[in-house]
């Protein structure tokens, strides 16, 4: 693995963004401002999913109109986060608030997936009337994860 790493941090993309005086802070602001659309999407249709209603849209009305901007938002950052993980890819893979991170993107994965298969295929029974207990747990455990991912981002800031 580590074999690996070092190879990706030789890479001439991964040597300019470590030798740039400014490729390095632009590219982790592009980061920033795409992580905040994906979390500020999925905050409106899970604080939605919870029973707060600033609106009268549905879930569904939800769901279709920011989730199309959430997946945008979605490949940036990632494109963002591993051009950044390739400057220093052998420090990050060891930083434990990076590896925390991955992980809690991955939970937050898997409970969007459970969400989708096992409580939005009824949404169309339940968006108009009172929302079942699994989607109010997939939106606090969303809201959780999300909030521990963007916490441990700006610890993995301090600790690289």
Same mark, same amino acid.
């Given at each position: 693995?580590?074999?690996? =790493?070092?190879?990706?941090?030789?890479?001439? &993309? %991964?040597? #300019?963004? *470590?030798? @740039?005086?400014?490729? +390095?802070?632009?590219?982790?602001?592009?980061?920033?401002?795409?992580?905040?659309?994906?979390?500020?999407?999925?905050?409106?249709?899970?604080?939605?999913?919870?029973?707060?209603?600033?609106?009268?849209?549905?879930?569904?009305?939800?769901?279709?109109? =920011?989730?199309?901007?959430?997946?945008?938002? &979605? %490949?940036? #950052?990632? *494109?963002? @986060?591993?051009?950044? +993980?390739?400057?220093?890819?052998?420090?990050?893979?060891?930083?434990?608030?990076?590896?925390?991170?991955?992980?809690?993107?991955?939970?937050?994965?898997?409970?969007?997936?459970?969400?989708?298969?096992?409580?939005?295929?009824?949404?169309?029974?339940?968006?108009?009337?009172?929302?079942?207990?699994?989607?109010?747990? #997939?939106?606090?455990?969303?809201?959780?994860?999300?909030?521990?991912?963007?916490?441990?981002?700006?610890?993995?800031?301090?600790?690289?």
């Amino acid at each position: 693995m580590d074999s690996f =790493l070092i190879a990706l941090e030789s890479q001439p &993309f %991964a040597v #300019a963004i *470590v030798e @740039g005086a400014s490729l +390095f802070p632009w590219i982790e602001t592009v980061h920033v401002i795409a992580i905040v659309t994906v979390v500020g999407t999925i905050s409106v249709v899970d604080l939605r999913l919870l029973g707060v209603q600033a609106h009268v849209a549905s879930a569904r009305r939800l769901m279709a109109q =920011l989730l199309p901007a959430t997946w945008i938002a &979605f %490949a940036i #950052a990632l *494109v963002s @986060g591993l051009l950044m +993980f390739s400057s220093k890819a052998v420090k990050y893979a060891a930083n434990g608030p990076f590896q925390a991170k991955m992980l809690l993107l991955l939970l937050a994965g898997a409970n969007m997936a459970l969400f989708h298969v096992l409580t939005h295929k009824d949404i169309a029974v339940w968006d108009t009337g009172r929302t079942p207990p699994s989607a109010k747990l #997939a939106g606090a455990l969303s809201l959780a994860l999300w909030t521990c991912i963007i916490a441990l981002g700006r610890w993995i800031g301090f600790t690289v």
